[in-house]
């Protein structure tokens, strides 16, 4: 089974597609041109820019380059994780970096090593595509995670004060916040998961089915990969948010002003 | 014994508290008085570690109140603000996670007859704390408080939402307390008239009896 290769005028063709959302958004005057425009455009550069240097990547599969190249993934994922939080970036950015990290890198060499049969476990096809859809995974539950646990702090404080003059321990005053950072943080993933294969047909399922293989190699990909994406996203929101709390709170348990910015 | 030595606090910018000093022994029952707004509860928070003065030393028991010691601290003191925030979840369930942390484990959390004592219905126990009133909160958070078994109180405007009878209740069940130090702020005569009570005015920096 070969992929067939769509020609660049044809690709052209889809993008009349995008008539239908441009009349509803003048018809309900939702006021979308412009983000829509700019989000398509930018969608289409990145990839098409994506697309050239990944295979410049699958060529020259040097480990440092691949190696590298995961390390700038990480920083992107990092700042627009902060960057939807209330955290000043420079407080937080290198526990967010390392939490992220950790995640994202046991995972991928662990599959690499001992579930995908690789002779190389920096392979380019493997190591970038696999982490990248785990950093994709773990950065919109930090989103929620990082957020939620700050948030819930600060707009709880009254009740966090009470917790604390009741004699809790650091942990035993912040348990009840990160179990709940972690319950939302979650909770996506495991609805996705609940539904899969009846509801949803996954990304990376129809990108494998489509690249030629069988599905049933696309089936075992996919389970792998959702286990995957399960570890790496507990894991780093929880490191995000142990690793933050140390720089966040004093070590009196209280928030640290200082370090929020006061937008949200 | 709490002790404030020349403490200076103030929040962006403004000053809340000028060279302040104050002794409060052990067994003494303290009203501290003074316009609404001036600092008072603010006060309060030092001891707990809520708040740093920008200069001067509180102690508790001579140990000076720091990141190491206030944990410690946290665990003698006994503090029910006007506004508590009690959380969510059942009254029950608050109690259950209050005489779980392990600060509490010592002491034996029965409820029920604090709560006959201050007038609240058993039931109350399975009622989310949502739905409790102002007055039923405030006296909750006084059960909750005496159930910890703690040698000194913080008492910031809990009778406020109280009726007469039940703010006499309150204030004759704090003040005979004979070991117990009780840290008072309040505006009620209640607290203010009775002759075991020391006040403190705030704004003077002095004992006013």
């Given at each position: 089974?070969?992929?067939?290769?769509?020609?660049?005028?044809?690709?052209?063709?889809?993008?009349i597609?995008?008539?239908?959302p441009?009349?509803?958004?003048?018809?309900?005057?939702?006021?979308?041109?412009k983000?829509?425009?700019?989000?398509?455009?930018?969608?289409?550069?990145q990839?098409?820019?994506?697309?050239?240097?990944?295979?410049?990547?699958?060529?020259?599969?040097?480990p440092?380059?691949?190696?590298?190249?995961?390390?700038?993934?990480?920083m992107?994922?990092?700042?627009?994780?902060?960057?939807s939080?209330?955290?000043?970036?420079?407080?937080?950015?290198?526990?967010?970096?390392t939490?992220?990290?950790?995640?994202?890198l046991?995972v991928?060499?662990?599959?690499?090593?001992?579930?995908?049969?690789?002779d190389?476990?920096?392979?380019?096809?493997?190591l970038?595509?696999?982490g990248?859809?785990?950093?994709?995974?773990s950065?919109r539950?930090?989103?929620?995670?990082?957020?939620?646990?700050?948030k819930?702090?600060?707009?709880?404080?009254k009740?966090y004060?009470?917790?604390?003059?009741?004699?809790?321990?650091?942990?035993?005053?912040?348990?009840?916040?990160?179990?709940?950072?972690?319950?939302?943080?979650?909770?996506?993933?495991?609805?996705?998961?609940?539904?899969?294969g009846?509801?949803?047909?996954p990304?990376?399922?129809?990108?494998?089915?489509?690249?030629?293989?069988?599905?049933?190699?696309?089936?075992?990909?996919?389970?792998?990969?959702?286990?995957?994406?399960?570890?790496?996203?507990?894991?780093s929101?929880?490191?995000?948010?142990?690793?933050?709390?140390r720089?966040?709170i004093?070590?009196?348990?209280?928030l640290?002003?200082?370090?929020?910015?006061?937008?949200? | 014994?709490?002790?404030?030595?020349?403490?200076?606090?103030?929040?962006?910018?403004?000053?809340?508290?000028q060279?302040?000093?104050?002794?409060?022994?052990?067994?003494?029952?303290?009203?501290?008085?003074?316009?609404?707004?001036s600092g008072?509860?603010?006060?309060l928070?030092?001891?707990?570690?809520?708040?740093?003065?920008?200069?001067?030393?509180?102690?508790?028991?001579?140990?000076?109140?720091?990141?190491?010691?206030?944990?410690?601290?946290?665990?003698?003191?006994?503090?029910?603000?006007?506004?508590?925030?009690?959380?969510?979840?059942?009254v029950?369930?608050?109690?259950?996670?209050?005489?779980?942390?392990?600060?509490?484990?010592?002491?034996?959390?029965?409820?029920?007859?604090l709560?006959?004592?201050?007038?609240?219905?058993?039931?109350?126990?399975?009622?989310?704390?949502?739905?409790?009133?102002?007055g039923?909160?405030?006296?909750?958070a006084?059960?909750?408080?005496?159930?910890?078994?703690?040698?000194?109180?913080f008492?910031?405007?809990?009778?406020?939402?109280?009726?007469?009878?039940?703010?006499?209740?309150?204030?004759?069940?704090?003040?005979?307390?004979e070991?117990?130090?009780?840290?008072?702020?309040?505006?009620?005569?209640?607290?203010?008239?009775?002759?075991?009570?020391?006040?403190?005015?705030?704004?003077?920096?002095?004992?006013?009896?």
């Amino acid at each position: 089974m070969e992929t067939l290769n769509i020609p660049v005028l044809s690709l052209a063709v889809a993008f009349i597609l995008l008539i239908i959302p441009v009349v509803i958004s003048i018809r309900y005057g939702l006021g979308m041109l412009k983000t829509l425009f700019v989000s398509i455009v930018r969608m289409s550069v990145q990839l098409a820019l994506i697309g050239i240097f990944l295979k410049y990547l699958f060529r020259w599969n040097n480990p440092y380059v691949n190696t590298g190249w995961i390390a700038v993934m990480i920083m992107v994922a990092v700042f627009s994780a902060v960057r939807s939080s209330s955290i000043k970036i420079s407080r937080i950015f290198l526990p967010v970096f390392t939490s992220f990290s950790v995640a994202t890198l046991t995972v991928v060499f662990y599959l690499n090593t001992f579930v995908i049969p690789l002779d190389n476990v920096f392979d380019a096809r493997y190591l970038i595509v696999l982490g990248g859809m785990l950093l994709g995974n773990s950065l919109r539950g930090n989103i929620v995670g990082i957020s939620t646990f700050y948030k819930q702090l600060r707009t709880d404080s009254k009740h966090y004060l009470y917790v604390l003059s009741l004699g809790a321990s650091r942990r035993e005053a912040l348990l009840p916040y990160l179990r709940e950072s972690i319950q939302l943080a979650l909770k996506p993933t495991l609805a996705s998961m609940a539904t899969m294969g009846i509801v949803t047909l996954p990304g990376m399922m129809t990108g494998v089915i489509l690249g030629g293989a069988s599905p049933e190699v696309a089936i075992k990909y996919q389970i792998l990969i959702m286990i995957a994406i399960v570890v790496s996203t507990v894991t780093s929101v929880v490191l995000t948010i142990l690793l933050t709390e140390r720089v966040c709170i004093d070590k009196c348990g209280i928030l640290r002003a200082d370090v929020f910015t006061n937008e949200k | 014994m709490i002790s404030f030595e020349n403490i200076h606090l103030s929040f962006d910018g403004k000053n809340v508290i000028q060279n302040l000093s104050l002794k409060i022994n052990n067994g003494e029952k303290v009203v501290i008085s003074g316009k609404s707004g001036s600092g008072k509860s603010s006060l309060l928070s030092l001891p707990l570690g809520f708040v740093r003065p920008d200069r001067g030393q509180v102690f508790f028991d001579g140990i000076p109140v720091n990141e190491k010691t206030v944990w410690d601290i946290r665990k003698k003191i006994a503090c029910i603000d006007q506004d508590v925030s009690l959380g969510d979840g059942t009254v029950q369930e608050l109690l259950d996670f209050v005489s779980d942390l392990k600060a509490n484990t010592h002491s034996v959390f029965n409820a029920k007859n604090l709560m006959e004592f201050f007038h609240l219905d058993i039931d109350l126990l399975q009622n989310s704390l949502k739905e409790l009133s102002g007055g039923e909160r405030q006296r909750m958070a006084i059960v909750i408080a005496i159930l910890l078994n703690r040698d000194v109180f913080f008492l910031d405007e809990v009778t406020a939402s109280l009726d007469k009878h039940l703010k006499n209740k309150v204030a004759d069940y704090f003040l005979s307390k004979e070991d117990c130090t009780c840290v008072i702020v309040s505006h009620d005569p209640v607290w203010l008239d009775n002759s075991v009570v020391r006040v403190f005015d705030f704004e003077e920096k002095k004992w006013k009896h």
